[in-house]
């Protein structure tokens, strides 16, 4: 076996409103965390930062088997652009958000373990909380189970030649293609759910940045 993770890194942070992979937490850029999780890993033999230039520069101490490469406008062509340059060797790739600095190495390991048996495995977690469906006022209609409901998050590990089928069929602008796990859905190939029990939030707005200073330290 040999591993590879896509990070990726190449979004405009317009919710944000500035540049949320730059901010820092315990002296170092988010990115740089999200990418350093996996850079602990001697079984992953290349990671590709899908990402700008600049964003790069902070990760000039995490070792020679990162590589850069640009990304697309949406985040489809972003993955994309990661698997076309994986190694030849490489049989399974992890694709990773870079805005995910709380991945712990538990987890990394656990999420290839699973695709390894399963061709296809996500970290996730259940869903926990009390669900409702409501009008396009906001007025409550009905419950919704939340048995059997999971939210996902990343790594998602796939057996390289699975993902790249998958991509086949991917066109630019496909906004049924959420994540991975939603690719190979078109092809009627389910992916083994790995649950996560540790926190593993995406940075997306700035309760995220402030919910971080009371988050684990590595």
Do not use: C
Request: overall charge negative.
């Amino acid at each position: 076996m040999s591993y590879a993770a896509i990070i990726v890194a190449s979004g405009t942070s317009r919710r944000m409103g500035f540049d949320k992979l730059a901010a820092e937490w315990q002296g170092k850029p988010i990115l740089w965390h999200s990418v350093h999780a996996f850079s602990q890993q001697r079984e992953i033999t290349q990671i590709i930062v899908v990402t700008p230039p600049e964003r790069f520069e902070w990760l000039s101490d995490l070792g020679d088997q990162l590589v850069r490469v640009d990304g697309g406008t949406e985040r489809p062509d972003s993955v994309l652009a990661g698997l076309q340059i994986l190694n030849d060797n490489i049989t399974h790739v992890a694709i990773h958000d870079g805005a995910r600095p709380l991945i712990d190495q538990s987890s990394i390991i656990q999420t290839y373990a699973a695709a390894e048996r399963y061709q296809a495995a996500a970290l996730a977690r259940k869903v926990v909380e009390t669900l409702k469906r409501a009008t396009p006022e906001g007025i409550t209609t009905d419950s919704v189970s939340r048995d059997h409901l999971w939210i996902m998050e990343t790594p998602q590990v796939f057996e390289k030649n699975l993902i790249l089928k998958a991509y086949e069929h991917f066109s630019a602008g496909d906004s049924s293609i959420t994540d991975e796990v939603s690719a190979l859905q078109l092809l009627g190939q389910g992916t083994k759910l790995v649950e996560n029990k540790s926190p593993n939030p995406k940075i997306t707005l700035q309760a995220d940045l402030d919910a971080l200073s009371t988050s684990r330290t590595r």
